[in-house]
C-alpha cells in the first residue's frame, strides 16, 4: 500500500500564472478549458478547483505533447480538510454514469476512499475544492526548465518557492516560448500585468 498524498497539484497554463500570483487565490471560474467546463455542466460538478493526486496525469501529458507550456503548483495535503473539500473517484474526461461522480465529502467516506486509492483504486481520482483557494496553501511551483522558470521570475511577482524538476511533468517537446516573452516585454513597457495572449491550451 502507498502512502496519501505528497501534494495535490494543480496544473495551469503558463501565461495564466502571472495573474493567479498577483491576486494569490486560484479561483474555479477562471480561465476554464472550454472542454473541460462542458464536461463539468454535464456532470454536476461546476465550481469546483481539481486537483490530481500525481503530478503526472494523462492530461497534462495531452497538453505537453501539444507544445502548451504548464506549470505545476503543489499544495499541502491539509486542503482535503477545507470546507466542502471532495474526493472524486474519476478524472471528470473519463466520462463514465453521472452517479460514479458524486463527490464524497463525509469524513468517514472519505477516510475510506483514501484507503482505496492508497490500495491502487481509482488512479484518477480527484480532489475538489469549492470555488476558491488561497496561494498560501500551495508549497512549491514545479516548472519543466530553467527558461520556463526564468520567464515566470522576469515578472518579480511573489510566489511560492520556486523548483525547476523536469522529472515531476510528462515528457514532451520543448515549448516555444516567443509568444510568452513578447507578452512579457509588452508588460514591461506598459509598467503593467496586460491581459495573457490567447494561446491554445485545450
Known amino acids: 500500500m502507498v502512502p496519501g498524498p505528497e501534494f495535490y497539484w494543480h496544473a495551469t497554463p503558463l501565461a495564466f500564472l502571472p495573474a493567479i500570483l498577483t491576486e494569490g487565490v486560484l479561483r474555479a471560474s477562471a480561465n476554464p478549458r472550454p472542454s473541460a467546463l462542458a464536461r463539468r455542466r454535464k456532470l454536476g460538478l461546476e465550481g469546483y478547483l481539481h486537483f490530481s493526486f500525481a503530478s503526472k496525469t ?107 524538476s523536469p522529472e515531476r511533468f510528462p515528457p514532451g517537446p520543448e515549448p516555444d516560448l516567443a509568444p510568452l516573452q513578447i507578452w512579457f516585454e509588452a508588460c514591461r513597457a506598459a509598467g503593467e500585468l496586460l491581459p495573457p495572449p490567447e494561446l491554445p491550451f485545450d
Open 58 to 164: 494523462p492530461l497534462l501529458a495531452d497538453k505537453l505533447k501539444r507544445g502548451y507550456p504548464h506549470a505545476l503548483l503543489a499544495f499541502d495535503p491539509a486542503i482535503s480538510n477545507l470546507p466542502g473539500a471532495a474526493y472524486l473517484k474519476w478524472n471528470t474526461k473519463r466520462w463514465a454514469h453521472r452517479e460514479e461522480f458524486i463527490p464524497i465529502t463525509d469524513p468517514v467516506e472519505k477516510a475510506a476512499f483514501l484507503g482505496d486509492w492508497r490500495s491502487g483504486k481509482y488512479p484518477s481520482a480527484e480532489l475538489l475544492v469549492p470555488n476558491r483557494l488561497e496561494l498560501t496553501y500551495a508549497t512549491d511551483l514545479y516548472f519543466a526548465s530553467q527558461a520556463e522558470a526564468d520567464w515566470l521570475q522576469g515578472f518579480s511577482l511573489s510566489t511560492p518557492p520556486i523548483t525547476v
